[in-house]
């Protein structure tokens, strides 16, 4: 397993601008630091409970159809290219709906949110099936993607609180510097290097 390839994976998608960290930078600015933080914490168990589905859907699958590990690698990496692609393009992110700032809704924005169901789908079966096959390596990677998750999020908060114009200002250099990484991320999991 490529350690590298994967926390820099983790790393790109939770931190990368998407639905929930733009929901996150702006409740910090209509509600506050603290009270968004109920809406992390909301996020935080559907990232986990989905990650934990995820790997017990693949692990399953996995002992179903020997296969599918390198149909779901592909389509991991493929997914990791849109990712990029999306990232290196995205716009500033003040625009961002305001929704009510509380654990229910950072329960249910994740649970809908499309790039985390792409990423809990691929992740475990592109950088974990392949190289372990026990519950316990699976529950391990979980908590350790959840905790990336939950650090990321906090870093919204933050971020939203004290960087918020410096963040809009060179929004294109940071986007660009999460593509590549991510495009990185793809080609290490298709095994093309």
Do not use: D
Not at 136 to 146: D, H, K, R
């Amino acid at each position: 397993m490529n350690i590298a390839s994967f926390i820099i994976y983790c790393i790109v998608v939770t931190f990368t601008p998407g639905p929930t960290n733009i929901v996150i930078l702006s409740s910090v600015q209509h509600h506050g630091a603290r009270k968004t933080m109920e809406y992390v914490w909301g996020a935080t168990i559907a990232f986990g409970l989905l990650l934990a589905a995820s790997a017990l859907l693949n692990h399953v699958l996995a002992g179903i159809i020997p296969n599918i590990l390198v149909i779901m690698q592909i389509v991991g990496s493929l997914y990791m290219l849109y990712l990029a692609y999306q990232i290196y393009r995205m716009g500033r992110a003040e625009a961002a709906p305001v929704q009510t700032a509380n654990f229910a809704s950072g329960l249910l924005m994740q649970l809908i949110n499309p790039k985390v169901l792409l990423f809990t789908l691929t992740v475990i079966p592109s950088y974990v099936l392949p190289y372990y096959s026990s519950a316990s390596a699976s529950f391990l990677f979980v908590l350790m993607i959840t905790v990336i998750g939950f650090l990321a999020f906090v870093t919204w908060v933050v971020c939203g609180a004290v960087f918020k114009n410096l963040l809009q200002q060179h929004h294109r250099l940071f986007n660009t510097l999460m593509a590549v990484f991510l495009l990185y991320s793809a080609v290490m999991v298709s095994g093309i290097l």
